[in-house]
C-alpha cells in the first residue's frame, strides 16, 4: 500500500527566505506526483505536476523535483512571502493514471514579514 | 468559470440520518472523485468515477454511495451517518490522464458533522 510523508509537519521561517518541503512514498511505481496548496478552510490548489518520466517542474518561484528511484520529492520556494503561508500537500498518483491519489499530511507554513 | 462547486458547506446531521453532498463542475472533465480529510489523516480517497455511468470505490468506500448520470454532476450519499463520518469532503475533477495526468481541481469543500 502506497504511503506517502511529508517533513516537516510545520515549518514558520522569515520572509524572503528560501525553503524546502519535503516528500517521500513508499512505492516508486507512480504515474505522477503532485504539489497543493491549501488555505484555511479553503479547497486545495494545484501547484505543479511531474509526470513520473520528469525530474523537475518550475512555476514561477516554485520547483519540485522527483527522484523515483529513492522515492522523494522537493518543492523549492525561492524568497519566500507572507503570501506563500498555507499548508502544502504532496499527492502521488498510482499506476493506473485515474486521478486516484495518494495524500501526505501536509507542512504547514508561516512565512513572518 | 464555476469551476467544481459543493453543496452544501456546512452541515450538522443525527446519527442514522441519510444526505447527498452535492458536486457539480462545468468543464466538461471526465474523472470526478471525492476525498475526505480529517486532522492527521491527510486526504483519503472515497469513490471515483472516470465516466459518466462508471464509478469505483477509492480507500474508504464504506458508508458511501455515488452515481454519476451525468457528466457534470457526482453526487456523494451518507446511507446511514455516523460520527465517524464527521470530516470535511472535498469532490475533486479533471480531464482524463492523458499522457501523465492533468490539472486536478477540487471544491471548496463540505463541513460535515454527525452527532
Known amino acids: 500500500k502506497q504511503e506517502v510523508t511529508q517533513i516537516p509537519a510545520a515549518l514558520s521561517v522569515p520572509e524572503g527566505e528560501n525553503l524546502v518541503l519535503n516528500c517521500s512514498f513508499t512505492?516508486?511505481?507512480?504515474?505522477?506526483l503532485q504539489w497543493f496548496r491549501q488555505d484555511p478552510g479553503k479547497g486545495l490548489t494545484s501547484l505543479l505536476l511531474?509526470?513520473?518520466?520528469?525530474r523537475e517542474q518550475t512555476s514561477g518561484r516554485l520547483n519540485a523535483s522527483l527522484d523515483k528511484s529513492s522515492g522523494r520529492s522537493t518543492l523549492y520556494i525561492a524568497a519566500s512571502q507572507p503570501g506563500d503561508s498555507a499548508t502544502y500537500l504532496c499527492?502521488?498518483?498510482?499506476?493506473?493514471?485515474?486521478?486516484?491519489?495518494?495524500f501526505g499530511t501536509g507542512t504547514r507554513l508561516l512565512v513572518s514579514p | 468559470n464555476a469551476g467544481v462547486t459543493q453543496t452544501p458547506k456546512f452541515q450538522v446531521l443525527k446519527t442514522g440520518q441519510s444526505m447527498t453532498l452535492q458536486c457539480a463542475q462545468d468543464?466538461?472533465?471526465?474523472?470526478m472523485s471525492w476525498y475526505r480529510q480529517d486532522p492527521g489523516m491527510g486526504l483519503r480517497l472515497i469513490h471515483y468515477?472516470?465516466?459518466?455511468?462508471?464509478?469505483d470505490q477509492g480507500e474508504v468506500p464504506n458508508g458511501y454511495n455515488v452515481s454519476r448520470s451525468t457528466t457534470e454532476d457526482f453526487p456523494l450519499r451518507l446511507l446511514s451517518a455516523a460520527p465517524s463520518q464527521t470530516s470535511v469532503y472535498f469532490c475533486?475533477?479533471?480531464?482524463?490522464?492523458?499522457?501523465?495526468?492533468?490539472?486536478?481541481?477540487f471544491g471548496e469543500g463540505s463541513w460535515l458533522t454527525v452527532v
Open positions: 475533486a475533477s479533471s480531464y482524463s490522464a492523458g499522457t501523465g495526468g492533468n490539472t486536478i481541481y
Open positions: 512505492d516508486s511505481a507512480i504515474y505522477n
Open positions: 511531474i509526470q513520473s518520466s520528469q
Open positions: 499527492a502521488v498518483d498510482g499506476n493506473t493514471g485515474f486521478q486516484k491519489l495518494v
Open positions: 468543464m466538461n472533465h471526465e474523472y
Open positions: 468515477s472516470v465516466g459518466a455511468g462508471i464509478t
